[in-house]
């Protein structure tokens, strides 16, 4: 059985191994070990602190297989995008040019730098272990952030961004930095990608304040702007059913879709509850799959049955109160692991 749990120093190793089998375009993961124990320290803080609003801290989640022990995935949240470190995007936007005198009115779509110092709550860094991309745990490690927000609203901000992995193949090749970014920063795009992870200050020096005219780049460049990198494809179908939309938004180097969704308007948070353990059973608990997170104390996660009682209590399973460490009387959060027309349809 896998659960999700808040990183924990000791998962450094485990993650350190995760890493080196990410591809390129995973800032969250990166492969140098100091950066990611940098990384998981700063999240421990974040989960140890009560911020009064959110500030841009960072709250890493780990997968853990309970029978091994292992540590098999991973996604985080930032609060805040922004602040002293701005959020870069480029907004796809419309000019007209026309002539009168020729009868020529021409739309070209342009590519606006965006700099955004007080910018929404973004989810990021998914990635799991080849061997369990299978019984929705992908869709696991992905949608209980949701819950674990409308736990805690006041530590985010209330619109969610996700900036989906855009075409780069597997040698770090991404066509739409070869020819626009290479021409200003001089580097090839894993280099970039992890400067950025580091330190986004040579960003401002070295970005085009101009507008980019799209038709410009070439061909195999514009066809990448917007689009995501085959395996990130499930991912983006699975938030686009939960409610996130195109922001008109694109990353900076690879041109991946920048999608947002408002927390009270996603469909988990929306179709969420929570409530007290009234009952743990041996027996099976007749429901859908939901995602049920221990919210009291250390906020834990996995998949399981829940129901209610008649007096609108909770009733889950053994395996499900052993895994996340439940006792009858505590507080739970549960929403459906799937959308209504998935679980009609049987998927």
Same mark, same amino acid.
């Given at each position: 059985?896998?659960?999700?749990?808040? &990183?924990?120093?000791?998962?450094?190793?485990?993650?350190?191994?995760?890493?080196?089998?990410?591809?390129?375009?995973?800032?969250?993961?990166?492969?140098?070990?100091?950066?990611? %124990?940098?990384?998981?320290?700063?999240?421990?803080?974040?989960?140890?602190?009560?911020?009064?609003?959110?500030?841009?801290?960072?709250?890493?989640?780990?997968?853990?297989?309970?029978?091994?022990?292992?540590?098999?995935?991973?996604?985080?949240?930032?609060?805040?995008?922004?602040?002293?470190?701005?959020?870069?995007?480029?907004?796809?936007?419309?000019?007209?040019?026309?002539?009168?005198?020729?009868?020529?009115?021409?739309?070209?779509?342009?590519?606006?730098?965006?700099?955004?110092?007080?910018?929404?709550?973004?989810?990021?860094?998914? !990635?799991?272990?080849?061997?369990?991309? %299978?019984?929705?745990?992908?869709?696991?490690?992905?949608?209980?952030?949701?819950?674990?927000?409308?736990?805690?609203?006041?530590? !985010?901000?209330?619109?969610?961004?996700?900036?989906?992995?855009? &075409?780069?193949?597997?040698?770090?090749?991404?066509?739409?930095?070869?020819?626009?970014?290479?021409?200003?920063?001089?580097?090839?795009?894993?280099?970039?990608?992890?400067?950025?992870?580091?330190?986004?200050?040579?960003?401002?020096?070295?970005?085009?304040?101009?507008?980019?005219?799209?038709?410009?780049?070439?061909?195999?460049?514009?066809?990448?702007?917007?689009?995501?990198?085959?395996?990130?494809?499930?991912?983006?179908?699975?938030?686009?059913?939960?409610?996130?939309?195109?922001?008109?938004?694109?990353?900076? !180097?690879?041109?991946?879709?920048?999608?947002?969704?408002?927390?009270?308007?996603?469909?988990?948070?929306?179709?969420?509850?929570?409530?007290?353990?009234?009952?743990?059973?041996?027996?099976?608990?007749?429901?859908?799959?939901?995602?049920?997170?221990? &919210?009291?104390?250390? !906020?834990?996660?996995?998949?399981?049955?829940?129901?209610?009682?008649?007096?609108?209590?909770?009733?889950?399973?053994?395996?499900?109160?052993?895994?996340?460490?439940?006792?009858?009387?505590?507080?739970?959060?549960?929403?459906?692991?799937?959308?209504?027309?998935?679980?009609?349809?049987?998927?």
């Amino acid at each position: 059985m896998v659960i999700i749990r808040p &990183v924990a120093v000791a998962d450094l190793e485990d993650l350190i191994e995760l890493a080196s089998v990410a591809s390129f375009g995973l800032t969250s993961l990166p492969k140098d070990p100091e950066l990611l %124990k940098e990384r998981i320290e700063q999240s421990v803080r974040s989960f140890g602190s009560v911020p009064k609003k959110p500030g841009g801290e960072l709250y890493i989640f780990v997968m853990e297989d309970l029978d091994t022990g292992g540590t098999v995935g991973t996604s985080c949240i930032v609060s805040k995008v922004g602040g002293f470190e701005p959020f870069y995007a480029f907004r796809i936007e419309t000019r007209i040019h026309e002539s009168r005198h020729l009868n020529i009115r021409r739309e070209i779509s342009i590519l606006h730098l965006v700099t955004q110092h007080s910018g929404p709550c973004e989810i990021g860094g998914l !990635f799991l272990a080849p061997d369990y991309r %299978k019984h929705g745990n992908g869709r696991l490690l992905s949608l209980f952030r949701f819950l674990f927000m409308a736990e805690h609203p006041k530590r !985010f901000e209330q619109v969610v961004i996700a900036e989906m992995r855009g &075409v780069v193949d597997r040698t770090g090749h991404s066509p739409f930095w070869e020819a626009l970014g290479r021409h200003f920063f001089d580097m090839d795009f894993p280099k970039a990608d992890y400067l950025s992870s580091t330190d986004k200050r040579f960003i401002a020096d070295l970005m085009p304040k101009c507008p980019i005219y799209i038709p410009l780049l070439p061909q195999d460049a514009r066809e990448v702007i917007g689009e995501v990198h085959e395996h990130t494809k499930p991912a983006l179908k699975m938030l686009h059913d939960e409610g996130f939309r195109s922001s008109g938004m694109v990353d900076i !180097f690879e041109a991946g879709p920048i999608i947002a969704a408002e927390l009270d308007d996603i469909r988990i948070v929306k179709e969420s509850d929570c409530t007290t353990i009234q009952e743990i059973t041996s027996d099976h608990v007749l429901s859908v799959n939901h995602i049920v997170a221990a &919210v009291d104390g250390e !906020f834990r996660a996995c998949v399981g049955s829940v129901s209610r009682n008649s007096d609108g209590g909770a009733r889950i399973e053994e395996r499900v109160a052993e895994a996340l460490k439940l006792n009858k009387g505590d507080r739970v959060r549960f929403g459906p692991l799937r959308p209504a027309a998935d679980r009609s349809s049987g998927r």
